[in-house]
């Protein structure tokens, strides 16, 4: 017999971000608030893989050893953040995104310092706790401000830490290089700026609670005619199409600058050029898909982002330097666009879970991404880098999956 997937969810609780829409219009100062905290979040998340080069050289690190440093890091967010969610979706706390960004002040300082390569994994881990409050958390209050454009607030959220992850690599050509990696114990500021916003993120988020808790809970807006089993069998399909996305933008931004290093005699500074040219080009393809699935629908935009992307992942390892800046542009474009029309669509798929679906989905997104690092720096060590392109260059392939799953939507248009 078949039951509708709202039925199977639990009952919406005030304040907790399982109604969608409260009637009031699109809160854009929340979602600026919660972007610009996600683009210092990420940006000093990002300092960490920009500090690869760096840290090859201080510590005489494997390509092994600097893929178990992204393992470290992402290991923390994924198992974390799913736990995160889970907890908060029942036990909602206003002032969790300030605390959490605490662990990342405490890694970067302990990066700064860190006298062997222990400390640098220990120093990832605590950056990756952080991000393992910060991402669930943020999510669920992006919803909670969409005023029902769901797909713009994930995008306007989301582009903030994508623009981040792109100035990471211009951060440490400009100053840590430089400098030198003690330089990073000055971004420490930057986290000190995210906690006071997040702060007052936080007194929202408060004062939401307490205005919803007076009125009575808010009904989703349509019910989705789909048994349990097809629920769990979707939410499968999408988890693979994340995995597949996070598997290849873990080898080209953990081992780009390693590649054009290798294979064109590029500096160090001008390789972190053009990773940042792909960082770049990732924020603007996030902030592009969510518009356009508020309107499009969500399936339309997926299909278009993983499989529309493989055409070019196919060229990349023939390409000459020229060719190369411009298809990794290309790739973060196209590929990018699809993680704010898969989460919302999962977020659909299971009302009342908003926590637990952006936990679970950023948690698999880094902790995919962490594996993927570790199993391509060994077989970067075994072969070489150039044959680990070549070998992910067929990933987006799995774009194909989204032919199975079920359309829940009708186009929309979004004024």
């Known amino acids: 017999?078949?039951?509708?997937?709202?039925?199977?969810?639990?009952?919406?609780?005030?304040?907790?971000?399982?109604?969608?829409?409260?009637?009031?219009?699109?809160?854009?100062?929340?979602?600026?608030?919660?972007?610009?905290?996600?683009?210092?979040?990420?940006?000093?998340?990002?300092?960490?893989?920009?500090?690869?080069?760096?840290?090859?050289?201080?510590?005489?690190?494997s390509y092994a050893q600097i893929g178990i440093i992204t393992l470290t890091f992402q290991i923390t967010a994924s198992?974390?953040?799913?736990?995160?969610?889970?907890?908060?979706?029942?036990?909602?706390?206003?002032?969790?995104?300030?605390?959490?960004?605490?662990?990342t002040l405490v890694g970067l300082l302990v990066l700064a310092v860190a006298p062997s390569y222990a400390f640098v994994l220990l120093a990832a881990g605590l950056v990756g706790t952080g991000s393992s409050v910060f991402h669930p958390e943020s999510s669920r209050i992006a919803r909670l401000a969409s005023g029902g454009r769901h797909g713009l607030a994930q995008s306007i959220f989301q582009v903030g830490g994508n623009a981040g992850q792109a100035m990471g690599p211009l951060a440490a050509a400009w100053v840590i290089i430089p400098l030198g990696r003690p330089s990073v114990a000055a971004f420490s500021a930057f986290a000190l700026l995210a906690i006071g916003i997040l702060w007052s993120v936080g007194n929202w988020y408060r004062a939401h609670r307490i205005a919803a808790a007076r009125k009575p809970a808010v009904a989703a807006p349509h019910r989705l005619n789909l048994s349990r089993g097809k629920a769990i069998f979707s939410i499968t399909i999408i988890i693979s199409l994340v995995l597949s996305k996070s598997f290849y933008f873990s080898s080209?931004?953990?081992?780009?600058?390693?590649?054009?290093?290798?294979?064109?005699?590029l500096s160090v500074p001008a390789a972190q050029i053009y990773l940042f040219g792909f960082l770049f080009s990732v924020a603007v393809g996030t902030l592009l898909g969510g518009l356009v699935s508020d309107r499009i629908g969500r399936k339309n935009v997926i299909w278009f982002s993983i499989l529309g992307a493989a055409p070019f992942t196919l060229m990349l390892p023939y390409a000459d330097l020229y060719v190369t800046g411009i298809l990794t542009v290309i790739i973060g474009?196209?590929?990018?666009?699809?993680?704010?029309?898969?989460?919302?669509?999962?977020?659909?798929?299971?009302?009342?879970?908003?926590?637990?679906?952006?936990?679970?989905?950023?948690?698999?997104?880094?902790?995919?991404?962490?594996l993927g690092a570790a199993v391509l720096g060994k077989v970067a060590d075994v072969k070489d880098i150039d044959y680990?392109?070549?070998?992910?260059?067929?990933?987006?392939?799995?774009?194909?999956?989204?032919?199975?799953?079920?359309?829940?939507?009708?186009?929309?248009?979004?004024?």
């Open 1 to 61: 017999m078949n039951t509708s997937a709202q039925s199977t969810a639990p009952k919406p609780e005030a304040g907790t971000g399982a109604a969608t829409n409260d009637g009031e219009g699109t809160r854009f100062r929340v979602l600026g608030a919660l972007s610009f905290s996600h683009f210092l979040n990420d940006m000093m998340q990002s300092l960490i893989l920009a500090l690869y080069p760096m840290l090859k050289g201080d510590f005489s690190l």
């Open 79 to 103: 198992l974390l953040q799913p736990l995160v969610g889970f907890y908060t979706d029942r036990h909602p706390k206003s002032y969790a995104l300030s605390i959490g960004m605490g662990f």
């Open 252 to 265: 080209l931004s953990s081992y780009l600058t390693f590649y054009l290093i290798d294979k064109f005699s």
């Open 333 to 370: 474009l196209v590929m990018a666009s699809a993680f704010p029309a898969m989460l919302v669509f999962a977020q659909d798929i299971v009302p009342g879970r908003v926590g637990l679906v952006a936990g679970l989905f950023f948690g698999l997104a880094f902790g995919i991404g962490g």
């Open 388 to 415: 680990v392109f070549h070998l992910c260059s067929f990933i987006p392939l799995m774009g194909l999956l989204t032919a199975l799953l079920p359309n829940i939507e009708k186009k929309r248009r979004v004024g």
